[in-house]
């Protein structure tokens, strides 16, 4: 199993930048599919975006293709979630979470991953 653990988070304003970093601790001796998830109050958690265990392919939601980039740094154990051109919708608690399954195809449904972090929270005001 693999431990992982969210940071970054924090409070922004509309129009602002923030990088989210999730790091992988335990049995981390191959690199996992990775992805990033968020539920905002009152929500179910849904999809941000997705990176494969190489970090070659990656896969956003719509809702945030174009200001979202998922990147990944293996020697560290580390994926990054670097957020621009936030909006107040953007709110929610970010969750980052690792597969059992290495692919080199990103995987976006939440029953594919089987580790899950504790939650960064980003609050956007308008």
């Known amino acids: 199993q693999v431990q992982l653990r969210e940071s970054g988070g924090g409070l922004a304003q509309a129009g602002d930048s923030l990088r989210l970093s999730c790091v992988a601790s335990g049995r981390t001796g191959s690199p996992y599919n990775m992805g990033w998830f968020r539920q905002a109050p009152g929500k179910e958690r849904e999809f941000v975006g997705a990176i494969s265990w190489s970090g070659l392919n990656s896969y956003y939601a719509d809702s945030v293709l174009g200001r979202f980039t998922i990147s990944r740094d293996n020697a560290k154990n580390t994926v990054y979630l670097q957020m621009n051109s936030l909006k107040p919708e953007d709110t929610a608690v970010y969750y980052c979470?690792?597969?059992?399954?290495?692919?080199?195809?990103?995987?976006?449904?939440?029953?594919?991953?089987?580790?899950w972090g504790q939650g960064t929270q980003v609050t956007v005001s308008s």
């Open positions: 979470a690792a597969a059992r399954i290495p692919s080199a195809t990103p995987y976006q449904y939440a029953t594919q991953y089987a580790s």
